[in-house]
């Protein structure tokens, strides 16, 4: 699924996450009479060798490297007030996992547009409860996907995210874990049909409603209203 090669935007070699600059205490001396030291930012070596994705990281990618991204999603608000205000973020995540993953068929950052008009209504305040937990934010990270994407032992077996669930709410971390576990969904959702799935068959897994499709009208209406958004973002 992956080649493992060092993407540029990173910060740290393979392997490695980033530390930020941060107050450490230490015993008071005459040297050091408020016993706080300041330990300067690094990179930390991950026992498991795994990459791992921390908060300051992710912000730093975005703060870095956004604004020069190339694809980015159609400058349409979809009818919401706040409906062009994460576009920068939307094209930037999706350029870097497009990178990270390398799949067949790239994924279109105006599908994740629609994803979070279907999912929040840009709302990056929002929660839901589901039968797997508390979802949240802009794409509704469901708690059992927080839990899944930091869990070093669990179903994924790389490119984990470690994020707390207060920091689930911050649009860039929400689209970074949202999109990266989109990914995932597409993998499953290929196992599942035994083929190479669609990135909107990956949309209706990720909603947990691909085997309902065909089957359940409520499910189809919900993607056929995904697919003209979609539809109405990609007509130029």
Same mark, same amino acid.
């Given at each position: 699924?992956?080649?493992?090669?060092?993407?540029?935007?990173?910060?740290?070699?393979?392997?490695?996450?980033?530390?930020?600059?941060?107050?450490?205490?230490?015993?008071?001396?005459?040297?050091?009479?408020?016993?706080?030291?300041?330990?300067?930012?690094?990179?930390?070596?991950?026992?498991?060798?795994?990459?791992?994705?921390?908060?300051?990281?992710?912000?730093?990618?975005?703060?870095?490297?956004?604004?020069?991204?190339?694809?980015?999603?159609?400058?349409?608000?979809?009818?919401?007030?706040?409906?062009?205000?994460?576009?920068?973020?939307?094209? %930037?995540?999706?350029?870097?996992?497009?990178?990270?993953?390398?799949? !067949? &068929?790239?994924? $279109? @950052? #105006? /599908?994740?547009?629609?994803?979070?008009?279907?999912?929040?209504?840009?709302?990056?305040?929002?929660?839901?409860?589901?039968?797997?937990?508390?979802?949240?934010?802009?794409?509704?990270?469901?708690?059992?996907?927080?839990?899944?994407?930091?869990?070093?032992? %669990?179903?994924?077996?790389?490119?984990?995210?470690?994020?707390?669930? !207060? &920091?689930?709410? $911050? @649009? #860039? /971390?929400?689209?970074?874990?949202?999109?990266?576990?989109?990914?995932?969904?597409?993998?499953?959702?290929?196992?599942?049909?035994?083929?190479?799935?669609?990135?909107?068959?990956?949309?209706?897994?990720?909603?947990?409603?691909?085997?309902?499709?065909?089957?359940?009208?409520?499910?189809?209406?919900?993607?056929?209203?995904?697919?003209?958004?979609?539809?109405?973002?990609?007509?130029?």
């Amino acid at each position: 699924m992956t080649n493992k090669k060092q993407h540029p935007w990173r910060k740290c070699p393979i392997g490695e996450h980033w530390v930020r600059e941060h107050e450490r205490k230490i015993g008071v001396s005459e040297k050091n009479l408020d016993g706080v030291t300041i330990v300067e930012a690094h990179c930390r070596k991950n026992p498991s060798h795994h990459e791992i994705f921390v908060a300051d990281e992710l912000h730093e990618i975005a703060k870095k490297y956004f604004k020069n991204v190339k694809t980015m999603p159609k400058a349409d608000k979809l009818g919401y007030p706040h409906g062009n205000d994460f576009d920068e973020l939307i094209g %930037g995540w999706t350029q870097f996992w497009n990178d990270i993953f390398n799949p !067949k &068929e790239p994924l $279109d @950052p #105006n /599908l994740i547009k629609v994803l979070i008009a279907s999912e929040s209504s840009f709302d990056v305040n929002i929660s839901a409860n589901s039968t797997i937990g508390k979802a949240r934010g802009l794409i509704q990270v469901t708690e059992q996907t927080r839990k899944i994407l930091t869990d070093q032992d %669990g179903e994924l077996k790389d490119f984990l995210i470690t994020l707390s669930k !207060k &920091e689930f709410y $911050d @649009p #860039n /971390l929400n689209l970074a874990a949202g999109i990266r576990w989109l990914f995932h969904k597409q993998y499953l959702a290929s196992h599942r049909l035994k083929r190479e799935a669609t990135w909107m068959e990956a949309i209706a897994e990720y909603k947990g409603i691909l085997s309902q499709l065909g089957k359940v009208k409520r499910s189809d209406e919900i993607m056929q209203k995904l697919k003209e958004r979609y539809k109405r973002l990609s007509t130029k």
